[in-house]
């Protein structure tokens, strides 16, 4: 609950009570000081935020080098291989990235700049688990599960929605096309704002816990694409887009279908970052990341309303642009929604477990314990 712009956290048992404020606020130079050990930070923001957002920044680490292993085993037992040179560019511009971060962090403590340490690390996690997901999304394909197609449009259908008519309109109305076209390309520049604009409005904990949800939200859909694969509205309706809708760009469309019908017949096993495509159709990441997007920004005024035009844009975008099924976006809209609601009871769990177990109180947090 919330008092005095605060809220109070309790365990199940309630044996232990938090105040913990989750706004930037300012505090004076002698209320800054952090236990020995944990970071110390120079601009003069409340400890809570960065103590909690620097052990999140830690952990986030971990789902992303569990991704990791996971692409490492493929890499290994299987015959797919990935090209070096791109892949080890990303890399190595994320361990700059990781070096700055933790080097001002561990090495300057008194002199680190939050901004800098969260955004850089931050950034280095995007780049990383976005370089580790892209294969893996072809290798669950390649699983060769029984495609969906059919399931999903009989599904669309019976919610009173046809891919072929929406399809249809949008041939009628190629300017508004052209219009979604911008739209579906959207989706890569916020993991790259969205870490700044957090960083510059000092909402260190929500850019942590929108990371964590990203994380969970690619990991879930790589699972659940192993067994609902599919390669779009146009293969479902067994027709050609290029034929029977001359005025709309099918361009994301054929270069999945190539890719799948390649990965499904074993010629596609080298894998260069830079020409891989989305290949998920059901959920679709296009709208989890969109609703995660808004959901990230949120805390700052000035950038929501632009989020959710912008975002709404790129969703709008998906079933034509991306040729997903309606249900590919409703369950897109679930997988964002279950991976914030566990990102945010995580650190909730985090919160109390970690102030619980200090002997005193950080200067500038109230920590009540009482029996229960």
């Known amino acids: 609950m919330r008092t005095s712009g605060r809220i109070l956290l309790s365990d199940a048992s309630g044996a232990a009570t938090i105040e913990y404020d989750p706004t930037p606020a300012f505090r004076s130079r002698s209320e800054r000081k952090l236990p020995q050990g944990q970071l110390q930070l120079r601009s003069e923001i409340n400890t809570d935020e960065a103590g909690l957002a620097w052990r ?50 561990l090495i300057m403590p008194d002199a680190a700049d939050p901004k800098l340490v969260f955004w850089f690390g931050t950034t280095a996690q995007i780049l990383v688990v976005t370089a580790i997901v892209g294969p893996l999304s072809y290798f669950a394909n390649a699983l060769n599960w029984p495609l969906q197609d059919q399931a999903l449009l009989l599904i669309d259908r019976t919610m009173g929605l046809d891919p072929q008519s929406i399809s249809a309109f949008f041939n009628d109305h190629s300017g508004l096309a052209s219009y979604l076209n911008v739209g579906y390309g959207f989706i890569k520049w916020p993991l790259l704002g969205i870490p700044i604009i957090l960083t510059m409005a000092l909402r260190f904990v929500r850019l942590q816990q929108f990371v964590l949800a990203l994380n969970i939200a690619l990991a879930v859909t790589i699972v659940i694409s192993v067994f609902v694969p599919a390669v779009g509205t146009y293969y479902g309706l067994g027709l050609s887009p290029l034929e029977r809708f001359p005025q709309l760009d099918s361009t994301n469309y054929a270069a999945q279908l190539r890719d799948i019908v390649a990965l499904r017949a074993g010629s596609l096993r080298h894998l260069d970052l830079l020409r891989l495509t989305g290949i998920v159709s059901f959920p679709s990441f296009h709208t989890a990341s ?70 005193s109180p950080v200067p500038g947090t109230c920590i009540n314990r009482s029996s229960a």
């Open 56 to 105: 999140a920044l830690n952990l986030n680490w971990l789902p992303v080098g569990l991704l990791g292993i996971v692409l490492s085993a493929t890499i290994a037992w299987t015959d797919f291989s990935l090209e070096p040179i791109t892949f080890a560019v990303v890399l190595a511009i994320a361990i700059v990235l990781t070096l700055a971060a933790y080097g001002s962090a």
């Open 290 to 359: 969109a609703i995660l997007y808004v959901w990230a920004v949120w805390p700052v005024r000035a950038f929501r309303w632009a989020a959710i035009a912008l975002n709404g844009w790129m969703i709008a975008a998906t079933p034509l642009i991306g040729a997903h099924y309606v249900i590919d976006l409703i369950g897109g809209v679930a997988v964002a929604a279950g991976s914030v609601l566990f990102a945010k009871h995580l650190f909730r769990y985090l919160m109390l477990e970690s102030w619980r177990r200090k002997a």
